[in-house]
DNA sequence: TCGCTAAGGTACGAAACGTACCCTAAGTTC
DNA sequence: GAACTTAGGGTACGTTTCGTACCTTAGCGA
């Protein structure tokens, strides 16, 4: 929570503009996302937060849902660095639980709020979809590029819908549990119960 | 879509009551949902198609999540006799292509709304993911023990996690991609792709 | 026949989106 | 350095929709 964004020493119109005054809202936005969610965010509130009206934020963003799906987009970010454990499920493990640690705590409600707002707009799906779902697609054929180069995985195994299969079980547990954090136990079940089975199994059966 | 409900014939106030009215607001609601989406799902609309008002609907649903959750059901409910077409694969492909056209068509978007609409209440999320989800999953473990019992599975298969991965994958599908009806490519893949590797995978690898 | 319950009609307050209008500060150009 | 253009600030407004309140009226049972 970065708090109110308004520049407190200076008691003149200080008025900020462009990237500036973007950034500012962006982050307020985030924050609100963080703490209220997705209903919670409202325009007036992220316009107070940065210290702005609603004029700046319409004029950049057409409605709400183009808010809050820019916003979200700045929450999970970053993070998109493999692990390289030396083994393919040390890296799995890894991945799901940095997933689970860094973006969940929020990333369950939000996700669930903003996939219903974005409605009807496909730009906005799309662009939430990158940031989520199969933006991480390269990461997890690089995991898996790996595990082939050791031998621990068959190259039929380097097929985007097979690769990403535990982020899709992850992802399915926020979408209809509703927790905000996956229990470890649910983890190592999606790894050893049906990750690792598809991958290794491809390899005999 | 069953038009409006007030009783056109009778022209002095006929006024039904109980269960007639609560079924006319389902359906109401139901045939709402599937023109206009949850987003269009509103109250005022809702009352003035089953020919009642807000009060009617205020007494029976303390709001509009549940009362979208309600409809919802009454839209996917029937259909759970599992298929039996000799093979896991025909079967599991049965299962998919038939949740692929009785439900999609309003399902994809539908359910990415309500899933936000519910928002933090756990109730109905739960109703949502039985009617939805695995309320499916008997089905599944009866297919797949058919299979077993075929020889065509082994018995380590019959995993609530694991029976469950077509559907999962399936659903991911609508709520990632938008789209009202998945094509038959990416049902096949899904099938041939995972699911049948990770079935049979387990019996040899 | 007489109440009691539930439905109908309507109006209202609150919240939030998105728009409009005018004023003013920050850059830009000459 | 002055005029001009651009963009931010403040505010008010119209609209929609949720959810509530209040009163009237019809159906049903005792």
């Known amino acids: 929570m970065s708090g109110e964004q308004t520049v407190p020493g200076s008691p003149g119109p200080s008025r900020r503009r462009g990237a500036v005054l973007e950034e500012a809202i962006l982050r307020a ?16 509130r992220v316009a107070k937060r940065a210290g702005t009206n ?7 963003w057409p409605n709400r849902a183009a808010l809050g799906v820019a916003a979200y987009s700045r929450l999970v970010k970053a993070q998109t660095q493999p692990p390289d454990t030396g083994t393919l499920r040390g890296d799995v493990l890894a991945l799901l639980r940095r997933i689970n640690c860094d973006q969940a705590s929020p990333t369950g ?17 799309a662009e939430l979809q990158s940031q989520v779902g199969d933006g991480g697609s390269a990461t997890w054929l690089t995991v898996l590029g790996r595990a082939v180069a050791r031998g621990e995985a068959p190259p039929k195994a380097l097929h985007p819908r097979v690769a990403t ?25 999606i790894v050893d119960e049906v990750y690792l089975p ?3 199994g491809r390899a005999t059966g």
Chains 1, 2 share one sequence.
């Open 109 to 125: 409600e939000i996700l669930r709020s903003l996939l219903a707002g974005v409605g009807d707009e496909p730009e906005l799906l």
């Open 54 to 60: 609603k004029n700046a934020i319409y004029r950049r």
């Open 29 to 44: 936005a985030a924050d609100e996302l963080l703490e209220s969610g997705y209903p919670g965010l409202t325009m007036d």
């Open 165 to 189: 299969v535990a982020l899709t079980l992850l992802r399915n547990e926020y979408v209809t549990q509703g927790l905000s954090r996956i229990p470890d136990t649910v983890i190592t079940e």
């Open 198 to 200: 598809l991958i290794r």
